[in-house]
């Protein structure tokens, strides 16, 4: 396994679409974590699944904002009618319940809403 | 509420020369501090995990140590290379997400 991985890397569209972003987590984590990250600034919490359970969300999560994780394997983000302030970095990451439980970052997903 | 501060914002260093960053956290009860780097465009890197007041683990040039609240991130003869952003956060007692401080964008010139 070579860590976890997200698809696409770029992606551009107008305001008002739709987009889905997909990750696929390092396949022994049972935990996985979608994150979201502007210039200049640290990684924010979005949401988090422990295998096929979304036990977190953030409280400033829009409702055009939603995640699945089917079967507890690989997770998408389907973010609705895009707004120009949705541009970031939407990142990845997944990591073990118990012992080290350190999280590991996907390489990301540039959105740019135009 | 848990929070992470980082501290300076940026760093200039000359090659060779060595420094610390610091991480400032409030959180109700810590399950670990993390270390992670992160370069332009590209997602965090994990680099260290702390679980408590006294504990400090090394990796060739860095050096993460923990009190019960503050870490820093000492960088012994830095070289270009390790210039990047670098991303303080924590996990608290209930074990669930991860809150990330702003980072310390470091550059080290030749």
């Known amino acids: 396994d070579t860590g976890v991985s997200q698809d696409p890397r770029h992606k551009i569209t107008k305001r008002g679409q739709n987009v889905t972003f997909r990750c696929d987590p390092i396949s022994e984590h049972n935990r996985l974590y979608w994150y979201r990250q502007t210039l200049g600034q640290g990684p924010e919490f979005l949401t988090y699944f422990q295998n096929e359970a979304q036990l977190e969300k953030s409280r400033l999560l829009s409702d055009r904002f939603s995640a699945e994780r089917p079967k507890g394997s690989f997770s998408t983000l389907e973010i609705q009618r895009t707004e120009q302030g949705d541009s970031a970095m939407y990142l990845c990451?997944?990591?073990?319940?118990?012992?080290?439980?350190?999280?590991?970052f996907g390489q990301g997903t540039r959105l740019t809403v135009v | 509420e848990d929070q992470v501060t980082q501290s300076p914002e940026a760093l200039r260093l000359q090659e060779g020369e060595s420094s610390s960053l610091n991480c400032s956290y409030t959180v109700s009860g810590l399950r670990g501090l993390f270390w992670y780097r992160q370069d332009p465009g590209k997602g965090p890197e994990f680099l260290f995990t702390?679980?408590?007041a006294g504990e400090e683990k090394e990796k060739e040039r860095l050096k993460a140590t923990l009190t019960k609240k503050e870490s820093f991130l000492h960088i012994t003869a830095p070289k270009p290379e390790d210039s990047a952003t670098y991303l303080c956060a924590v996990q608290g007692a209930n074990g669930q997400n991860f809150v990330f401080g702003p980072g310390t964008r470091l550059s080290v010139l030749p």
């Open positions: 702390l679980y408590s």
């Open positions: 990451a997944s990591s073990l319940v118990l012992g080290d439980t350190e999280a590991f």
